[in-house]
């Protein structure tokens, strides 16, 4: 598949998991990318399974820190001659427990990395690149963003506000650019394990599909909203949960 050759992707978050199969689903499509993970060894394993540095180059660093965030941008220029497509991945969950006893300062830092940090993003490429050649941009959002989200409330809080974030650009930034997000329910990552492992088949009763996510059913769903077939597509975020939410209230 050559859809996106000659084009130049950011992918933040992807040393595993969502953010690895979405880089793969892009490299597979003829893309370039510049892919981001706070750990460089994990990083480095990344890039070699994505094909090595002609098709991929890693920037490790915090998705909190703008140094990093511009840093990234700037390597997807100089390094392949653009930014197309910009992916932001990154989201953090550091407790669990009612919302009503969450930690502040934890809830400030979750909401800085995974809301103000996307939006330092998007800003980044927008300014860099995007403004003047265009291009499309993809969230990972979380179908905890959609309804209650007990234990992880504040994350689900901050999901929340990247889908509204995405109507909110997707005005502003058209028609130049495209913004879209997914919302996947669980996916088979070490990100998610708790909610699953162990348990499997239990956890996987509720999905109408009789099985969770895997990490390749968000990357090919992210290359559709990224690509050309989506061209009239903005604004939107697109559910990935295997049927979970059309069953509705047990």
Do not use: C
């Not at 750990?39 to 490790?60: H, I, Q, R, S, Y």
């Not at 927008?126 to 989200?149: D, N, P, T, Y």
């Not at 909610?195 to 499997?200: K, Q, V």
């Amino acid at each position: 598949m050559s859809e996106f050759e000659g084009r130049t992707a950011l992918v933040t978050g992807a040393s595993r998991g969502i953010g690895l199969a979405i880089a793969q689903s892009l490299v597979r499509r003829g893309a370039r990318v510049v892919v981001t993970a706070r750990k460089p060894e994990a990083l480095t394993e990344a890039v070699a399974a994505l094909g090595g540095p002609d098709v991929a180059v890693g920037v490790a660093g915090n998705a909190g820190d703008p140094a990093h965030r511009a840093e990234a941008v700037r390597t997807a220029v100089d390094t392949f001659g653009g930014l197309d497509m910009l992916v932001g991945n990154v989201g953090i969950n550091p407790v669990f427990g009612p919302m009503v006893d969450l930690d502040l300062d934890a809830f400030r830092k979750i909401l800085d990395t995974n809301v103000v940090g996307t939006l330092g993003l998007v800003q980044e490429a927008w300014r860099a690149w995007m403004a003047e050649h265009g291009g499309s941009v993809l969230i990972v959002a979380s179908v905890g963003g959609l309804k209650a989200s007990p234990g992880i409330a504040g994350y689900g809080v901050s999901k929340a506000a990247l889908i509204n974030m995405v109507t909110q650009l997707a005005v502003e930034l058209g028609p130049t650019v495209r913004v879209n997000a997914v919302a996947p329910a669980v996916v088979k990552t070490r990100f998610a394990g708790a909610l699953y492992e162990g348990r499997e088949a239990e956890a996987a009763k509720g999905y109408p599909l009789g099985r969770l996510g895997e990490p390749e059913d968000i990357g090919e769903a992210a290359a559709y909203l990224l690509g050309d077939g989506a061209g009239w597509v903005t604004g939107q975020t697109l559910v990935l949960d295997g049927g979970t939410l059309s069953r509705g209230p047990a």
